[in-house]
């Protein structure tokens, strides 16, 4: 069972509620900023973050949401004492983030958290039958074939808020599904995409973190210099839309203008345009896949004489391989991956490790962690934390 996408009219009658995971993120605070622009259609019912406490309290300072949830518990008392005399109740913790999306005054979920947070909570939204607006791709990366399997059981939808898959519902708008030949994944190439391979060996945080037309979270720039940022979406997008893994491919288009393509079995090709900009898809996604006027800033192709495209690089860029072999395994392999991918990139940003070491933990990891082909939820927790220790214990190795 694969999620169906699926495309309404959206009339207004009250503000929709939203949870917004991860608030002071970059996505969630674009979220923030679309919710600020159209407060007659969407309120900030619960604001959540990490570890940014002071961050989280001045947003919450802001937008008055009934709830604000940190992650870490150690800095509960700060934002009680900030917020409380406000009127807003605080409460921290995974269990806590876990509980605040399945309150009756909550209609949609934004899960803007970083990696391999964002699944329990969507989860949780999911068996509550809340819509979510879906950034966290590590959802669908670790668990897809379980989270679509709760989805079949719930009242649930999951609208995309990653660029690229918010470009393919779009061109999907009104097609029929099973003319589609291929979906084309566009990928800016990062900042190393005309680096020779013996330059990115010798690449720092710091140039991995310029990347050319996004502004992003630390983790997903790294990600998109790997350009396993990528091989998630490839995975994303073979359970956003059940297309087989064989039709889904990544093409680099350095100028981020064109943000996917569909290529139906006529031989067309529909594309969705727009500027480098994630109001856009927020917009798109919390608003079911419908506009909203001045949503994003307007392209003007005028400014963009040349749209290029290219084949990625394999050689370079083997992190984009891990893609259709964690949909050719199936199982936790995906979990896996991630896993160690995390541990790898808070390694490099720190400069313990290489930006090659990425890659080079990620592969030890995996051969590591014992294979399971039918996990359930309590496996893929087990197989997320062996994971990281195993990929902790590599990198302490180097």
Not at 67 to 95: F, H, K, M, N
Not at 171 to 187: F, Q
Not at 270 to 297: S, V
């Amino acid at each position: 069972m694969y999620l169906c996408i699926k495309y309404n009219i959206f009339t207004v009658t009250n503000q929709k509620r939203l949870a917004v995971l991860g608030a002071t993120g970059s996505i969630g605070r674009q979220t923030l900023d679309i919710i600020g622009r159209y407060p007659e259609r969407y309120r900030a019912t619960v604001l959540s973050a990490g570890r940014r406490v002071d961050d989280l309290i001045a947003l919450a300072e802001k937008f008055r949401p009934r709830l604000a949830v940190i992650g870490d518990e150690a800095l509960l008392p700060r934002l009680r004492d900030a917020l409380v005399p406000l009127g807003i109740r605080t409460s921290a913790g995974p269990q806590a983030l876990k509980d605040c999306v399945t309150d009756d005054d909550i209609d949609m979920v934004v899960t803007a958290t970083v990696g391999y947070s964002g699944l329990e909570p969507t989860l949780a939204a999911i068996g509550a039958g809340k819509d979510i607006a879906l950034a966290n791709k590590e959802t669908l990366v670790v668990a897809g074939e379980l989270v679509n399997k709760r989805l079949a059981a719930s009242k649930s939808r999951i609208f995309p808020i990653d660029s690229e898959h918010s470009a393919v519902a779009q061109c999907l708008a009104g097609e029929d599904i099973s003319h589609v030949k291929r979906l084309l994944i566009t990928a800016s190439g990062g900042p190393f995409r005309t680096w020779s391979a013996e330059r990115i060996a010798t690449a720092k945080a710091a140039d991995a973190l310029k990347h050319p037309n996004w502004s992003m979270g630390r983790k997903i720039t790294i990600d998109s210099a790997t350009m396993l940022n990528k091989a998630f979406e490839l995975i994303e997008a073979h359970y956003l839309f059940g297309i087989e893994p064989s039709r889904i491919e990544a093409v680099v288009h350095p100028q981020s203008i064109v943000h996917s393509m569909v290529e139906f079995d006529d031989g067309a090709v529909k594309a969705q345009l727009g500027m480098p900009d994630m109001r856009l898809p927020i917009a798109y996604a919390i608003g079911e896949h419908t506009r909203l006027t001045g949503a994003a800033n307007t392209l003007s192709l005028a400014d963009f004489a040349t749209l290029t495209f290219e084949k990625p690089d394999p050689e370079r860029f083997p992190c984009l391989t891990l893609a259709h072999r964690a949909l050719d395994a199936r199982g936790n392999f995906a979990c896996v991956m991630n896993a160690a991918n995390e541990i790898a990139v808070e390694a490099f940003l720190n400069g313990r490790i290489g930006f090659n070491d990425i890659y080079r933990t990620i592969e030890a990891t995996l051969a590591a962690v014992p294979f399971i082909s039918n996990p359930g939820f309590e496996d893929y927790v087990a197989s997320n934390d062996e994971a990281r220790s195993r990929a902790a214990e590599y990198i302490n190795s180097l």
